[in-house]
């Protein structure tokens, strides 16, 4: 059973940025993060792959958005630039057991419990 914690979100101004980080309790394959705001389903957001190698983003955050890790940490990242305040919500990580990216909350079997990320002046 893998444990996963997040932690750095918070109140920023539109425009701001934030890193979150998913501490894992061991290690672990493919990392991936989702959003959900109030009132709407939970939403993939970005995922990479167990070495490191490759990445996905949706749409609405590719090129402000960047996922990473370090695996000597058993930490994933999720670096979040021009923040808006439709990215408000509440981000969780999870992982998944599989070396592949996965771009559905269905594929992962581990979750974290969120951080509030609030984008707002």
């Known amino acids: 059973q893998v444990q996963l914690v997040e932690s750095g979100g918070g109140l920023v101004q539109p425009g701001g940025s934030l890193r979150l980080s998913c501490a894992a309790s061991g290690r672990t394959l493919t990392m991936g993060w989702f959003r959900q705001a109030p009132g709407k389903d939970r939403e993939f957001v970005a995922t990479i792959n167990a070495s490191g190698g490759s990445t996905g983003y949706a749409d609405s955050v590719k090129g402000r958005f960047t996922i990473s890790r370090s695996n000597s940490k058993n930490t994933a990242y999720l670096q979040m630039n021009s923040l808006q305040p439709e990215d408000s919500a509440v981000y969780s990580c999870?992982?998944?057991?599989?070396?592949?990216?996965?771009?559905?909350?269905?594929?992962?079997?581990?979750w974290g419990q969120g951080t509030q990320v609030t984008v707002s002046s």
């Open positions: 999870a992982a998944r057991n599989s070396a592949y990216r996965g771009y559905s909350s269905e594929q992962y079997n581990y």
